[in-house]
């Protein structure tokens, strides 16, 4: 934000160098971005002189050989001029022999085209005061011969580029800078003083507005509206058009610049209608209707929805409320009577469509950021005093008024040691009081106690919304005591010693994993899109994942999982002939649950086939049990065995998952669940990815973390060698192998005993079709047997094996394939 130094002096009379005032405005926690210098720099040997003659000059067709009286001191000056804007009798800027123009520019005598000349008479932005050089500056009012340019031009301003924190609202004026500055240099600060107090010049006549009404009034809690008759449309005076482009804005007419001047000087945004142009005589506050449509001032058709707020007459929409006006609707050179709006909008419906439209203006970021609505009020009749001064007309009635302000009263009671503490230092309780005070939060009351010095009741105002503890006050103390008198101090503090969060240990060591095996770490944002969403969980869940308020469609919606982001990052790379096909990635996932949405620490994975990868050796094509090895690795680091876990495959369609290719294992009721496999096919193509993907993801709710790192320990293993034996079994199709090795397992080790140790059962054939009845599958698995302690012998064996194949057929379904 540009703040004028010359308008905040109408406020607080500063007289402090430039850089200091700088300095200040950053100690109270505003950044100074840039510092601007406009106007004419203090010109030595520059002044005013009058064209008495001008001739052709006898060697040049465009130049002009002029006499020119610079006054007294100087008498005639002859001069070479190339201008051609200028006339025998206009008084002009001369500078003379020895004078140096801004850009280190030394006026000399000299020759030009075999002619003296003994002086330069100066356009505009040779003096450093605009960029207009298209010829001289010519000068208004006649002043007299020989006076300094100096005192002649308008005099120059100082404008400081602001950074103002979203927390400070009141500080998007030069009345909020002001202030600030009053406190910190100990100097009164000065009200602009209304005229007008709401007293009206004519009797109520309707006939200009006859009715205000306000139809969403969680939206628009407070809207004045003030009819001005018979004002004559022009130019604005000259103070106000260099307060304006002072600070960037383009002057216009005087009623849209006095509108412009209040909102920069107070922060309350004003807007002025056109009486004749409000269709109906009447101001509807509304939504907008799906669908609707309004030109804005910049030329520009905008398409409404009916979560926006506008300001309509009887016909139609004529402002996006807070942000920008229609072009049909605002006052113009043949305007007479006005309406002057003055309202308070939601911050959170005025940024919404801000975002939703890519349209913002001044207004718009002083409402997004928050309008006080107890001195709207105020700034409405300061609008409509500069109004009757530089435009003339009457106030007529009615004046109209819908809504409200909140009561406001907030007291936050301090202690003076209470400051003292939370500073470290001490600072005099006078001083404290002083600077409260200064920035007009004011001693409601003090009560002297003996144990925690002066006990304050402070009174905030309502344009200070950021203070409302204790502490808050502790930090403007602070703030005008200046950051930089803090005394050095050797800082003391307990060392904590704490182990990292579970969360941040899983995920390092996730990453740490899956990076070690040859896959790229990303990071995508939390938030998706609705259309994205539907297809990886049901219509309920998509219900409870959904944002109440989202910022952009596309980020609607709490992710269920990280392979959606995972998916757009290898699409990403495909289109850019990156050969990055295996990703990963760990962070948050919500997953819902009869309901209720749990958070979970996830880490996801994904295999792309390696499409145009050109490579010596060609590594194995990944499959099911590629993905289903990441997804044990990563659940052992959560503390869970997936091999000790019931696995189920995704049958029918599934979200994102391929049927018959891709398996589940856990539930939420358990704390963690897991999905492994082939991604979906024809979803995989629908998104434009090229080639099968497999992947996997392993979610897992905090709580079921432990922050405790299990150290490897050694184990003892056995030297003697193991004895094998091979079973195979003919079991029903459906029946899924591992649920076979299990049993199988269990079975074994009753029948082994004590004798030696059962080291693995694993399933390394499957079998299907001829010599088997339909409907059969055979599963042969294989038994490793080992002792530690000796050589097992073929009999002690063949006993046990024998015991395990009578054990299957008497209790089990299973036939033993001969």
């Known amino acids: 934000m540009k703040i004028s130094l010359n308008w905040l002096r109408d406020y607080v009379a500063l007289d402090a160098p430039v850089e200091e005032i700088s300095r200040a405005i950053t100690f109270l926690g505003f950044e100074v971005e840039n510092v601007i210098r406009t106007g004419a720099p203090a010109l030595r040997d520059v002044v005013v002189g009058e064209v008495l003659a001008r001739d052709k000059h006898p060697n040049a067709d465009k130049l002009s050989v002029c006499q020119v009286d610079v006054g007294p001191a100087g008498g005639v000056k002859t001069i070479v001029c190339g201008a051609q804007n200028y006339q025998v009798g206009d008084r002009v800027p001369v500078a003379l022999p020895g004078a140096v123009l801004p850009g280190d520019f030394v006026i000399k005598q000299s020759k030009i085209r075999g002619q003296s000349s003994d002086g330069m008479m100066c356009s505009a932005k040779e003096l450093g005061v605009a960029e207009d050089a298209a010829g001289l500056l010519i000068l208004g009012g006649r002043p007299a011969i020989g006076t300094p340019i100096n005192q002649v031009l308008p005099p120059g301003d ?78 604005s005076p000259e103070w106000l058009q260099r307060r304006l482009a002072a600070v960037g804005l383009r002057p216009i007419n005087n009623v849209v610049d006095v509108g412009n001047y209040v909102m920069l000087e107070t922060g309350q945004p004003l807007h002025a209608f056109d009486a004749r142009k409000l269709g109906g005589g009447e101001i509807v506050v509304r939504r907008a209707a799906d669908g609707e449509k309004i030109v804005t001032l910049d030329g520009k058709e905008r398409v409404l929805t009916s979560r926006m707020l506008v300001i309509a007459d009887g016909h139609r929409p004529v402002v996006i409320a807070g942000i920008m006006g229609g072009e049909n609707s605002g006052v113009g050179d043949d305007t007479v009577d006005l309406v002057l709006e003055c309202a308070i909008f939601r911050r959170q419906s005025i940024r919404w469509t801000s975002r939703r439209l890519g349209l913002s203006s001044d207004s718009c970021y002083r409402y997004e950021r928050g309008v006080d609505p107890h001195t709207a009020l105020e700034a409405a009749y300061r609008a409509i005093d500069l109004i009757l001064e530089i435009a003339g007309g009457r106030v007529s009635g009615p004046a109209y008024r819908v809504g409200s302000d909140v009561p406001w009263r907030r007291e936050i009671v301090v202690t003076h040691d209470y400051i003292c503490e939370k500073l470290g230092f001490d600072i005099p309780a006078d001083e404290m009081r002083a600077g409260l005070e200064g920035l007009e939060l004011s001693i409601e009351r003090e009560e002297l106690t003996e144990a925690r010095g002066p006990a304050w009741t402070v009174t905030i105002p309502s344009w200070r919304d950021d203070l409302d503890r204790p502490i808050d006050l502790v930090e403007e103390v602070l703030r005008l005591h200046g950051t930089d008198k803090i005394p050095a101090a050797v800082v003391t503090a307990p060392g904590l010693i704490a182990d990292d969060d579970p969360v941040v240990l899983f995920n390092r060591r996730a990453t740490d994993y899956l990076v070690g095996h040859d896959f790229h770490e990303c990071l995508n944002y939390t938030l998706r899109s609705a259309r994205e969403i539907g297809t990886w969980v049901s219509e309920t869940a998509a219900v409870e ?12 919606h709490l992710r269920p999982s990280l392979i959606m982001g995972l998916l757009e990052s290898l699409k990403l790379n495909q289109s850019r002939g990156v050969p990055a096909s295996r990703l990963c990635e760990t962070g948050r996932v919500f997953i819902e649950r009869n309901g209720q949405n749990f958070e979970c620490a996830a880490a996801g994975f994904l295999i792309a086939e390696p499409i145009g990868e050109k490579a010596w050796l060609k590594r194995p094509a990944a499959d099911f049990y590629t993905a289903k090895k990441y997804i044990g690795a990563l659940a052992a680091m959560a503390g869970v065995d997936l091999v000790r876990q019931a696995l189920s495959p995704i049958a029918g369609p ?77 079991v029903d199709a459906a029946v899924h192998a591992d649920e076979v090795r299990k049993g199988l397992a269990k079975i074994t080790r009753t029948a082994v005993g004590g004798a030696f140790v059962l080291e693995s059962v694993e399933a390394f054939d499957v079998y299907q079709g001829q010599g088997l009845p339909e409907g059969k599958k055979s599963l042969a698995f294989s038994l490793v047997f080992r002792s530690p302690e000796r050589t097992l012998t073929d009999d002690e064996v063949n006993v046990v094996f024998q015991k395990i194949q009578d054990e299957v057929a008497k209790t089990t379904s299973w036939q033993i394939r001969k």
């Open 158 to 235: 100082v404008v400081f580029d602001i950074e103002i924190t979203p927390n400070r609202p009141d500080c998007l004026s030069h009345l909020g800078i002001a202030r600030e500055l009053s406190a910190w240099f100990k100097l009164p600060l000065i009200y602009p003083q209304e005229k007008f107090r709401g007293d009206l010049d004519d009797a109520p006549d309707p006939s200009a507005l006859r009715n205000v009404s306000v139809l969403s009034p969680e939206d628009c809690p407070l809207y004045t509206a003030h009819i001005i008759k018979g004002v004559k449309i022009g130019p």
């Open 545 to 556: 994942l959904a944002l109440a308020n989202p910022f952009v469609d596309d980020q609607s």
């Open 654 to 730: 599934y979200y994102g998952w391929q049927e018959g290719q891709s398996a589940t294992a856990g539930e939420m009721a358990q704390g963690w669940t897991a999905r492994f496999g082939l991604l979906s096919l024809p979803m995989v193509t629908s998104m434009g990815v090229e080639g099968k993907v497999y992947a996997g993801i392993f979610a897992i709710l905090p709580e079921k973390l432990t922050a405790e790192t299990t150290r490897r320990r050694y184990v003892e293993f056995s030297l003697q060698p193991a004895a094998f034996r091979d079973l195979a079994l003919v």
